[in-house]
């Protein structure tokens, strides 16, 4: 099943690039650019990698990334993630990058975006590996705050695949950001956003009628809903789901408690993806891998959930079509 695994052309639409910042990198830009950390080892900065909720994590994953500091750090961090990816069997990478976790540090979008572009190039050039950017808004700080990020990214807006919406979840709903999607709507960028992950149903409702999203990360909550999970099944809407980050966070106790099977017998568009794989224990394989174990899919499963990530790519179709032909071949 792992060969079958690696073989299967697998598309990525959900992956927070700081979240690929592994120990040791972490450590190894701590040392180049002077920055203190409160770990000393590899291992220190695993042990600590124990998550009661999806605040826990973040406040983790904001102090890992004070690391990053200039634009040949952001390509490192992209760079190894798409060579790791790439030799995994990944085709394409839809990232999400959080540049107001950087403004905050006194780092321009500029950097981010010149570290971040010159890894995509390489990619595509020396691996073959696809990749799309998704500029995401930190949903716990204000709407004014993303709005004007969004206004700073005049220079870049070609260059966005889509814009999303993360970080804490609860008690900041998808409405709260009604004026920024609008604004990027009538710019032409395509709009995510996460819900259900910890949020309620709820919260997945708000970013389909108020945030006009074409997809939804996470959205796992979306079975709390029947008449949700209708709609879902109606329009086929794309639900990137964290299986991984899932158990990590605590949404589930264990994986065979998760709603994925649910998911699937209830014909949702399902795919497959590894949210933080620094933090939550592995990339696209494991995160396969694992469901195989918990729920003992076979080929013809992840053939489908594989396909449902292909469709949904922000691509163009002669990549798409390469990518459906080497799917038929897995
Ligand atoms: N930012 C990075 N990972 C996230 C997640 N799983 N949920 C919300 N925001 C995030
Ligand atoms: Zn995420």
């Known amino acids: 099943m792992r060969d079958f695994l690696a073989r299967l052309p697998k598309v990525e639409l959900h992956l927070h ?6 120990p040791e990198l972490m450590l190894a830009l701590a040392e180049r650019n002077g920055v203190t950390l409160p770990y000393a080892s590899v291992e220190e900065v695993h042990g ?30 992209a760079m190894a993630y798409f060579r790791r990816a790439h030799a995994e069997g990944v085709v394409h990478v839809e990232m999400h990058f959080d ?50 990020v969004l206004e700073q990214a005049a220079p870049y807006w070609e260059m ?12 900041n709903p998808p409405e709260k950001f009604v004026e920024v999607f609008e604004r990027a709507r009538r710019l032409g960028i395509p709009r995510v956003a996460h819900a259900g992950e910890e ?13 006009d999203v074409c997809r939804i990360d996470h959205g796992v909550r979306c079975l709390e809903d029947p008449s949700l999970v209708a709609r879902l099944r109606d329009e ?14 605590r949404m589930v106790e264990r994986l065979e408690d998760h709603p994925l099977p649910r998911l699937l017998d209830e014909g949702l568009n399902v795919t ?57 071949e897995a």
Do not use: K
Not at 49 to 75: E, N, P, W
Not at 120 to 141: H, K, P, Q, V, Y
Not at 236 to 249: A, D, E, K
Not at 289 to 312: K, Q, S, T
């Open 160 to 171: 966005l695949d889509a814009v999303g919406l993360d970080s804490a979840e609860q008690g």
């Open 272 to 328: 497959l993806n590894s949210d933080d794989p620094a933090y939550f224990g592995g990339g696209m394989v494991d995160n396969f891998l694992a469901c195989h174990r918990a729920f003992g899919w076979d080929e013809a499963v992840f053939r489908r959930l594989a396909g449902n990530a292909i469709e949904a790519a922000f691509v163009d179709e002669s990549r798409r079509d390469e990518w459906r032909r080497r799917l038929a």
């Open 48 to 77: 600590a990698y124990d998550f009661s909720d999806l605040q826990s994590f973040l406040d983790l994953y904001y102090q890992g990334m004070s690391v990053l500091q200039t634009a040949r750090d952001f390509h490192d961090l």
């Open 236 to 249: 086929q809407t794309v639900l990137t789901v964290c299986p991984l980050s899932n158990v990590r966070l």
């Open 17 to 22: 690039i700081e979240g690929s910042l592994e």
């Open 99 to 148: 540049p107001q976790a950087h403004l905050v540090r006194g780092i321009d979008l500029a950097v981010v975006m010149e570290g971040l572009s010159l890894a995509r190039r390489e990619a595509d050039r020396e691996l073959g590996l696809s990749t799309a950017l998704i500029m995401a808004f930190l949903r716990d700080r204000d709407a004014e705050e993303a709005m004007w």
């Open 199 to 211: 949020g309620p149903a709820a919260y997945i409702l708000g970013a389909l009628d108020r945030l």
